[in-house]
């Protein structure tokens, strides 16, 4: 058996401290929660030592209080299923982030794994070789010396073995060493579908929060008063200048748009056809550019080959259900957003993860930037961002930023909208808020 540690105490799913308290005295907590998964996209690292301050004696007191408050917010979208999925991205952010920039040694870290996969279906490498009977096993000793003689190794990174039933989309794309029945590899290679599980759990929580409603008037009244103003903030904001950056009909200039978008927005120009992901993503990546509903009905109308012969209301019929999805106005009427490239490499498509190293070169060479005249990139400029696109995705498309804009920048690109926001401000199509030239920890 494990020796277990204790959970960090930013860790959000274990039980709640004391509930003891005041419901109003509780509702203001849930509303700092708030305030701080709404400010975390704008710079996360800054966010988590603005209201988390580890020099400050009470953060332990300070994690305990907003893990209250984010127990009243999951008691909150348990009854209102747009805030529920708004509640579980952000909070998928929030964790990422926090165990990123507060999870220390390998022994803390291999016990968020334990947690949300379950503790059997977590390894240490030593642990699996001796369970497994594999300590003769040659390629897992070549494993061990390649990583640990590789120079692209990650600070702090180390092997670990997860089942492979938790981990269905790393093997599918054959991701680490697959060996009776486990997936072999580095801590940061799991980490996109760590968060992912993280989210899976955090919707269940969400669902067992409902026996706890009716049972208490006072909680259940402060429980609607915040689901009112809850569902109120999120709209407002959503509908917010047509969009997160700005409505300046930015659907129209591709050339602000990261190379995964821009890849997938060739590709259906070109062939008129998209897989299933590939759609959603670029349909999240428009609406959030500002693109309406109708505008994006007729995106896809115009643009989609399947449609020949359709007249639009036909269209509208059959193929507008999925689009007006993409805006929660059908179905479970979730307000989605673009995902973050942590979850684009897991779950959709990013060129730096998903093109072989050759097509990658063309697509970042020529392809790219026919929407750039004066642009010329070489093989050997290309070089640095190819050698890393398999192992640091982000890294490698923050460098590509650096070449395509020949700008010192210093912020690494985690999400598609900062490469967007960014590249309107040297496009003089914007000047967002956040400052490109600001260091980062990452
Ligand atoms: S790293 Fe992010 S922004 Fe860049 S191409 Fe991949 S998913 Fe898109």
New binding site residues.
Partial sequence: MNQRMPLPNWFLLQAPPNLNIEVQAWRKLAWNRVQLLEKLPNNPSQVVRDFFPSYEEEIDQIYDDFRLGAYLLRLVAATNSRLESWLIEVEGDLFERLYYDRTESPEEKLEIYREVFGEENVLKYEEFKYKMDEENNPHLAELYQQYHTSRSRAKGDFLICVHYTKVPWMVSNRKGYLRKGWVVSNETSFRGVLKKAFERRLEKEITKAQDLLGIREDIDNVVQSLEQDLSKHVQIRSQYSGGDLGGQDLFLHPEVF????LQIYFEIEKTGRLVHVKRLQLGFFLKRLGMSVNDQLHFWYEKSVDNVGQSFSEFQRTSGYQIRHLYGLEGGKKDYNVPQ?ST??TGYF????HLAPAILTEFLKNNYYTTKKNLTLGDSQLNSVISISGSN??QA?TQYFRLVYNRTFYRK?V??LQ?TRFAMKIEGLSTPKESENKPTEE
């Fill in positions: 990261p190379p995964c978008m490239c684009i490499a990013c060129p730096y993860t995705p982000t498309c690109i999400h598609p490469w």
